[in-house]
């Protein structure tokens, strides 16, 4: 099976750079997309085809991916951005694939 | 904008049929280049993708879950629905419909969802 590995918890400090990885086997060949849920939420897309933000999506989220890593970066933590943050990317063979989630303390 | 809603039972018996509708508003079911899919979440766990369907009724459901699940189209009401049979109370989550953006091959990303609805499987 195809697996996207995510580190189960990040802590930042508010105003600093918070980064989360998603490792899987040649993830860098193919298009990874990342979202945001807070609890009681649903999951909102912040970062598509690797490195791009939907409308609506503060500057301070950037992506990056090569390699076997996805990178989900967000630069001046704010508050607010305390949330679970999800990989996801598409495989030939297994369809649909999501990382296990990394959970974004803001300290 | 397009918005989903997810609408059926909260509560499903044993070895019966989980039976959920999606009706998307702020736009059609028939747009092309979109696939209309089903996500459940586990309680205080990750994402698990269940399926998807095109306006045009073909469908592509996850292997681990293909021998129990359905998922059908109605573009007159513009809704999609999912059905899965024979459940647990391995199969209680939140389940999520999500408009899905088609890729070259496959999928690229989710968005929008719908506000999820939990199902229980209890006696």
């Known amino acids: 099976s195809y697996e996207l590995t995510q580190p189960p918890s990040v802590s930042v400090s508010p105003g600093q750079t918070a980064s989360i990885s998603c490792s899987g086997d040649?993830?860098?060949?193919?298009?990874a997309c990342w979202y945001q849920q807070k609890p009681g939420q649903s999951p909102v897309l912040v970062i598509y085809q690797n490195t791009k933000r939907p409308s609506g999506i503060p500057e301070r989220f950037s992506g990056s991916n090569s390699g076997n890593t996805a990178t989900l970066t967000i630069s001046g933590t704010q508050a607010i951005d305390e949330a679970d943050y999800y990989c996801?990317?598409?495989?030939?063979?297994?369809?649909?694939?999501f990382g296990g989630g990394t959970k974004l303390t803001v300290l | 904008q397009v918005q989903l809603q997810e609408s059926g039972p909260g509560l499903v018996k044993p070895s019966q049929t989980l039976s959920l509708t999606c009706t998307v508003s702020?736009?059609?079911?028939?747009?092309?280049?979109?696939?209309w899919t089903w996500i459940r979440q586990h309680p205080g766990k990750g994402l698990e993708w269940i399926g998807y369907?095109?306006?045009?009724?073909?469908?592509y459901y996850n292997p681990s879950l293909k021998s129990r699940v359905s998922i059908s189209v109605d573009t007159s009401k513009d809704q999609f629905s999912l059905k899965l049979n024979s459940v647990t109370a391995a199969d209680t989550a939140v389940y999520y419909c999500?408009?899905?953006?088609?890729?070259?091959?496959?999928?690229?990303?989710?968005?929008?969802w719908g506000q999820g609805t939990l199902v229980t499987v209890s006696s």
């Open positions: 702020g736009g059609s079911i028939r747009s092309s280049g979109y696939y």
């Open positions: 996801q990317a598409w495989d030939s063979s297994h369809g649909v694939v």
């Open positions: 999500a408009r899905a953006r088609i890729a070259a091959t496959g999928i690229d990303w989710f968005d929008p």
């Open positions: 040649q993830l860098g060949n193919k298009y």
């Open positions: 369907i095109y306006y045009s009724g073909s469908t």
